[in-house]
Structures are given as C-alpha cells and as structure tokens.
C-alpha cells in the first residue's frame, strides 16, 4: 500500500514553454499532498503544498504564479510550471500522506529546460 | 526556518563495520522520518520515530529519537554493500499535515 506515482517521469521542454506534472496516490486518498524540489547533490526542499479542493500553500520564496497547483480530487494533484527556464530544470517530488506522520514519495520527475 | 543538520555528509566503510548517522536541529519536531533514496528516484521511507527517547530496529538498522525531540540518529550494524545510498533525515513540526523539512543527506558507500 501507500504508492504514489508521478507522470512523466522525464521531460525535456524548450523555454518559454509550460509543463505539467502530474502526482496521484494509487491505492489511498490524500487530502494533502507536498511538492518538492531537490537540485543535483542537494536535498530536498519543500515548495507547496496541495490542499483538496482548497488553493496551495507556497512556501517562501516560490513564486505561486509561476508553479501553479491543482489537487482537483483526493488522488491526484497537479504542479504546472509556466513560463520555464533553464533554471527551474530540477528534480521534483511530489508525496502524499496516508496516515498521520507518514508521507510516501512518489518516483520524481527529472525536468530539463533547454 | 527549521534546520536539521546531518552528519557526517560522507561516509566509505568497508563491509562488516558499524557506522552512525546524526540528524540534529535546534527545534523540536512532532515526528522525525529516516528515507533511503537511490539516484533518479523519489526517497523511500525506513522508518518514522513520534516519541522521545523511541529506538526502532529495522534488520541491521536501528533508529533513535531524542528524549527532547531535537535529534535522532540511524545507527547501522555489520554494514553491506546493498547498504550503499542516499539518507536522509526528515523533521515535521506537525503531523501528516506539514511538509518536511529534509537535512541535507548522508551518501554512505559500503566498499566490499
């Protein structure tokens, strides 16, 4: 139990272009799902997160007109970058959380922006 | 802005020797998570600790959270090659509500 999935898993898109990723819990609903992103030889920081049915909350320093957020149902949650460029090619990670405490990782997303 | 410094961020043993990660923060947190993450993938969870002074065993690894709830460490025993890879330590202030705030990983190689 507790699998999270993430689609695609590699993208490569030209700048200017926007980009969707998607991230569903496959066998358990997740009111609250987390972005992340983790650049190479770092580790993971936490961008957002997704609320259900309820707009996302961004930490500081992510700019929420640029990484748009949709949790439109309890198994799914959507991350759009818009406008890419060069430096938003990263890895990122999205996770849900089945029970209290516990948050499963889904298998990431590489994004290059050429 | 919590921070969890982990050390040390290195580490090469040869297989059969023991070694001991730390996790330590200035803050307390409600829950502290210990993930295994190979290269191109998403962190896999091995364990999460909630109360003070709580040790875990996992097979060769054994897990301990601070009586404050400031720190916790992964110590591992007789260490394997299949051991090689990413730690990294998690912290949440809250429960399964909170993002996770992620020390900055331990890269372990277990030489044979």
């Known amino acids: 139990g507790a699998v999270v999935s993430q689609h695609p898993s590699r993208v490569i898109c030209k700048s200017g272009t926007s980009v969707k990723i998607e991230c569903r819990s496959l066998?358990?609903?997740?009111?609250?799902m987390f972005w992340y992103r983790q650049f190479p030889k770092q580790s993971l920081m936490l961008m957002a997160t997704s609320n259900e049915g309820s707009k996302a909350t961004y930490e500081q320093g992510v700019e929420k007109d640029k990484f748009l957020i949709n949790h439109a149902s309890l198994t799914l949650s959507t991350l759009t970058v818009t406008s890419a460029h060069p430096e938003d090619s990263s890895f990122y990670i999205c996770s849900a959380s089945e029970h209290i405490y516990e948050q499963y990782f889904g298998p990431g997303t590489r994004l290059t922006v050429t | 802005t919590q921070l969890l410094e982990q050390s040390p961020q290195f580490l090469s043993i040869q297989e059969g020797e023991n070694l001991t990660v730390y996790c330590n923060s200035s803050?307390?947190?409600?829950?502290l998570q210990w993930y295994r993450q190979e290269p191109g993938e998403g962190p896999v969870l091995l364990v999460t600790v909630v109360t003070g002074g709580e040790v875990k065993k996992l097979k060769r690894l054994t897990f301990q959270f601070g009586d404050a709830r400031k720190d916790s460490s992964l110590h591992i025993t007789a260490a394997q090659p299949g051991d090689t890879g990413l730690y990294l330590c998690a912290g949440a202030q809250g429960g399964g509500a909170d993002g996770l705030t992620f020390g900055k990983g331990t890269h372990l190689i277990i030489q044979p």
């Open positions: 066998d358990f609903q997740a009111t609250t």
């Open positions: 803050s307390v947190f409600s829950s």
